[in-house]
């Protein structure tokens, strides 16, 4: 009976290479047995999505399953008879890359695989939050995050009392088997050593032979000043342990800055919006404003202010990375109309407003160009 990959990832069958990724990883991190021991059913479901992804990832394997389905695979749609199972040699595996790679691996420059020698350790990533004010001046920090660690009771070898794997007896170390299926000769990943071309004798209790176990550690990081939202700073060789002797991974560091009560920032520049007092714009004056160095700067408001006019300040916003320089600060006037007037106050507002009038407006010039406009308007669509 054939196998639905499709519903064993939970994607369409249209799904996109990213959309495969994603569900492989949310599942394999699901049904991962260091997530689920003791679990026969998780380690099962584990197998199922790695044989799913590993023929669904690959466009020559998907094509083909697409057209013949799972028992198509067994012998590449009809070129040959019996074949192997993609599950057969394990997670990750497929007996139709192995016979491609046997009858066109010289042609296409590969060789096909060999035997796994030492592999890098995986990249990690880990998010931080930090002010406006850290972005700003930079900040130094310790971080604790979890990580994979070769294991320190075998030394990372997987072999109780750190005994070196021995060669694998059925594939002589090599990591490749071969087998003759009608005119062919069929050349595959070895089923005894997953192709690592030596096997363990007497697995790390510890680890369990894998050669690494998680852990956590402390590191001490700086971040720069000038740092923006969403900037990833690597950490090299922090990442995890190698497998077999391979090199660490790297660590990546992703910046969050927090939403700021006062400031916003564009770039290197800050911008805030602050509210004068509606005799201080008409007038003239000044008013105090915070800076993003936690001090305060006195500007100046010139007479007849409108909302919405900026005020710049000239490298007063944010440090630019590697760099002596700084952004500008803009300052957005917001005219703020009073309110609660008492007897006194109401009077006074009316004979302002009774002087303004007969002055014909010209102290409100934008009054003057709306009403202007709208007059001009109603003429034309009363013609």
């Given at each position: 009976?054939?196998?639905?990959?499709?519903?064993?990832?939970?994607?369409?069958?249209?799904?996109?290479?990213?959309?495969?990724?994603?569900?492989?990883?949310?599942?394999?991190?699901?049904?991962?047995?260091?997530?689920?021991?003791?679990?026969?059913?998780?380690?099962?479901?584990?197998?199922?999505?790695?044989?799913?992804?590993?023929?669904?990832?690959?466009?020559?394997?998907?094509?083909?399953?697409?057209?013949?389905?799972?028992?198509?695979?067994?012998?590449?749609?009809?070129?040959?008879?019996?074949?192997?199972?993609?599950?057969?040699?394990?997670?990750?595996?497929?007996?139709?890359?192995?016979?491609?790679?046997?009858?066109?691996?010289?042609?296409?420059?590969?060789?096909?695989?060999?035997?796994?020698?030492?592999?890098?350790?995986?990249?990690?990533?880990?998010?931080?939050?930090?002010?406006?004010?850290?972005?700003?001046?930079?900040?130094?920090?310790?971080?604790?995050?979890?990580?994979?660690?070769?294991?320190?009771?075998?030394?990372?070898?997987?072999?109780?009392?750190?005994?070196?794997?021995?060669?694998?007896?059925?594939?002589?170390?090599?990591?490749?088997?071969?087998?003759?299926?009608?005119?062919?000769?069929?050349?595959?990943?070895?089923?005894?050593?997953?192709?690592?071309?030596?096997?363990?004798?007497?697995?790390?209790?510890?680890?369990?032979?894998?050669?690494?176990?998680?852990?956590?550690?402390?590191?001490?990081?700086?971040?720069?000043?000038?740092?923006?939202?969403?900037?990833?700073?690597?950490?090299?060789?922090?990442?995890?342990?190698?497998?077999?002797?391979?090199?660490?991974?790297?660590?990546?560091?992703?910046?969050?800055?927090?939403?700021?009560?006062?400031?916003?920032?564009?770039?290197?520049?800050?911008?805030?919006?602050?509210?004068?007092?509606?005799?201080?714009?008409?007038?003239?004056?000044?008013?105090?404003?915070?800076?993003?160095?936690?001090?305060?700067?006195?500007?100046?408001?010139?007479?007849?202010?409108?909302?919405?006019?900026?005020?710049?300040?000239?490298?007063?916003?944010?440090?630019?990375?590697?760099?002596?320089?700084?952004?500008?600060?803009?300052?957005?006037?917001?005219?703020?109309?009073?309110?609660?007037?008492?007897?006194?106050?109401?009077?006074?507002?009316?004979?302002?407003?009774?002087?303004l009038e007969k002055a014909g407006r010209k102290n409100s010039p934008e009054s003057e160009g709306f009403f202007r406009k709208m007059k001009?308007?109603?003429?034309?669509?009363?013609?």
């Amino acid at each position: 009976m054939s196998k639905d990959y499709y519903k064993t990832l939970g994607v369409e069958k249209n799904a996109s290479e990213d959309d495969l990724k994603k569900a492989y990883r949310k599942m394999a991190m699901q049904y991962h047995p260091d997530r689920n021991k003791d679990s026969k059913e998780a380690e099962e479901k584990f197998k199922e999505i790695n044989e799913a992804y590993d023929v669904l990832k690959d466009p020559d394997k998907r094509a083909a399953y697409d057209r013949f389905g799972s028992e198509g695979l067994r012998g590449m749609g009809g070129m040959g008879g019996g074949g192997f199972n993609p599950g057969d040699m394990g997670p990750g595996f497929s007996a139709f890359t192995d016979i491609f790679e046997d009858m066109f691996g010289d042609i296409m420059g590969g060789g096909g695989r060999r035997s796994q020698g030492p592999l890098r350790g995986a990249d990690t990533q880990f998010a931080i939050d930090i002010s406006l004010e850290d972005a700003f001046k930079g900040k130094e920090t310790k971080i604790k995050i979890p990580t994979v660690d070769a294991c320190e009771s075998c030394n990372g070898t997987g072999s109780e009392n750190g005994a070196k794997p021995e060669a694998c007896g059925g594939c002589g170390g090599s990591g490749r088997v071969r087998a003759t299926q009608g005119f062919f000769t069929i050349e595959r990943t070895c089923p005894t050593c997953n192709g690592a071309g030596t096997i363990i004798k007497s697995p790390c209790k510890k680890c369990g032979g894998a050669a690494r176990t998680r852990s956590s550690k402390t590191l001490q990081i700086t971040v720069p000043p000038g740092v923006e939202d969403g900037r990833r700073i690597r950490l090299t060789g922090e990442g995890e342990a190698g497998v077999r002797g391979g090199p660490r991974g790297d660590l990546y560091i992703l910046v969050n800055i927090k939403s700021h009560s006062f400031f916003k920032r564009d770039g290197a520049n800050l911008y805030c919006r602050v509210p004068v007092p509606m005799t201080t714009a008409a007038l003239g004056g000044s008013i105090e404003v915070p800076t993003i160095e936690s001090t305060r700067t006195r500007i100046k408001i010139p007479p007849g202010t409108q909302t919405g006019q900026q005020l710049r300040l000239k490298s007063q916003g944010m440090s630019v990375m590697r760099s002596e320089s700084r952004g500008d600060m803009y300052v957005e006037i917001f005219v703020e109309t009073p309110v609660n007037l008492d007897k006194k106050q109401v009077e006074l507002m009316k004979q302002l407003d009774d002087s303004l009038e007969k002055a014909g407006r010209k102290n409100s010039p934008e009054s003057e160009g709306f009403f202007r406009k709208m007059k001009e308007l109603w003429k034309d669509l009363n013609e």
